[in-house]
């Protein structure tokens, strides 16, 4: 990946926090998408800036995650526990665990300013289905509960634990998370639903990055409609008996394709160790857990 060619003035930044981005600071890797979103990476930007903005305007932000069947037993405290030390610190949040089995949630001791909400949902006999369905249950809550008490919405997976700061930098009004495995490919390795008989479906000449549905963001508003949207189109699927190559990771690619995000998370938000070393991840925020599908297959999840 090339530095960014755009000029400062051609930038789409959303607030005084981006402003002060240091798009020069890492020429090793990308900064910003050729439409003028920043892609946010470590040494770019001064988080007191980004914190200081966002306590002048009362910033506060909902977490939804899905933890159903033993994905709760497995993943859920321990995402719950670094979230409390490395998820928007010193900021209100309200953690909206959907589950259907309520009772087990952890009781756990939450700083000040920050709640758990739990949101029943239906338990589905394939995972796919749950990770597919979560685009509906997101949507209902945002009307029914988030839009009356938070600006902004981040979406994530429970199978994965923080392990630094992600802050305010990430806020944004559209947000994706560049894949930890497809950053550093060219377009033709990148894995869109190539399947003409999908919604999700994408052309070869179609695609730039290719974004983890593991981690999205971003004003309510926007998460709304990022989420009717896929949802509409997953059930245009189901409908017609088509299954997208990588469920709601498709359709959520081919949404941002659409409409472009507004501001991108480097894989630092989100990476897998298995990886191993690469010289421009300085940091990791956001951490893959290894995924215990013995555990988890054992109930049918």
């Known amino acids: 990946m090339g530095k960014c060619e755009l000029s400062h003035a051609d930038m789409k930044l959303e607030n005084a926090g981006d402003k002060g981005l240091n798009f020069g600071s890492r020429a090793d890797v990308q900064t910003c998408a050729y439409w003028g979103a920043p892609i946010i990476w470590d040494g770019m930007f001064n988080p007191e800036v980004y914190d200081r903005t966002h306590k002048r305007d009362h910033t506060s932000v909902a977490l939804t995650v ?11 405290k ?4 670094s979230a409390e030390r490395h998820f928007m610190v010193g900021f209100p949040v309200t953690y909206y665990v959907f589950t259907d089995v309520p009772e087990k949630i952890p009781a756990l001791k939450l700083a000040s300013g920050r709640e758990l909400k739990s949101m029943p949902v239906k338990r589905h006999s394939r995972w796919q289905d ?14 029914s509960h988030i839009h009356h008490n938070h ?18 930098e990430a806020l944004g009004e559209s947000v994706g998370l560049l894949h930890a495995h497809f950053y550093h490919s060219f377009k033709r390795l990148r894995t869109y639903d190539r399947n003409p008989e999908s919604q999700a479906y994408m052309a070869d000449s179609e695609g730039d990055f290719y974004y983890h549905a593991a981690v999205f963001g971003g004003s309510w508003q926007r998460v709304k409609h990022i989420t009717d949207t896929c949802y509409r189109t997953i ?3 189901k409908n017609n008996s088509v299954e997208a190559l990588w469920h709601d990771e498709s359709h959520l690619n081919k949404y941002f394709w659409q409409h472009k995000p507004s501001k991108l998370l480097s894989p630092e938000y989100c990476w897998d160790n298995s990886i191993g070393y690469r010289s421009d991840i300085h940091i990791t925020r956001l951490l893959w857990q290894e995924k215990q599908y013995k555990r988890l297959r054992g109930t049918g999840s």
């Open 130 to 143: 749950v990770s597919m369905m979560r685009m509906r249950s997101i949507s209902d809550a945002i009307d």
């Open 151 to 168: 600006p902004y919405v981040f979406c994530m997976d429970v199978d994965q634990v923080f392990a630094g700061r992600f802050g305010t």
């Open 78 to 81: 321990d995402f719950l526990l």
């Open 66 to 76: 899905f933890a159903v069947g033993r994905y709760l037993d497995v993943y859920l």
């Open 235 to 237: 059930m245009e699927d």
